[in-house]
């Protein structure tokens, strides 16, 4: 059974960075694209990014384009996100999630119900 969990949330200042983690279990991942979602209090959940398993292109929402990266290590079953320069407008639960084969663009990323497996979530907060 597929499964995913996210580490490395925290609470941290404006203009920090934080890395979070997802860990892959029970399938490979060199099979699944995987994508980084967030929900912040009374607001729907948004991708953020996402990385396919396609030519490993990677897709990001234009307000953490620059400053966010999604990275994956197949051999080690984990997708990376390297946050930087963060601003409170990024707090929220941060979850990451998976789907067969590839993504082939942004618009395909957000599309939440094609991601079947997703992690529990992680609380990411940044105060000013």
């Known amino acids: 059974q597929l499964q995913l969990v996210e580490s490395g949330g925290d609470s941290v200042r404006r203009g920090g960075s934080l890395r979070l983690s997802c860990s892959v279990s029970?399938?490979?991942?060199?099979?699944?694209?995987i994508g980084w979602f967030r929900q912040a209090p009374g607001k729907e959940r948004e991708v953020v990014s996402c990385a396919s398993t396609l030519y490993d292109d990677k897709f990001y929402a234009d307000p953490v384009k620059g400053r966010f990266t999604i990275s994956r290590d197949n051999a080690r079953s984990t997708v990376w996100m390297q946050m930087n320069n963060l601003k409170p407008e990024d707090t929220g639960v941060y979850y990451c999630?998976?789907?067969?084969?590839?993504?082939?663009?942004?618009?395909?990323?957000?599309?939440?119900?094609?991601?079947?497996?997703w992690g529990p979530g992680i609380q990411v907060t940044v105060s000013s």
């Open positions: 029970g399938a490979k991942l060199d099979y699944l694209s």
């Open positions: 999630a998976a789907q067969d084969g590839m993504v082939a663009s942004f618009l395909a990323c957000t599309k939440t119900s094609d991601f079947t497996s």
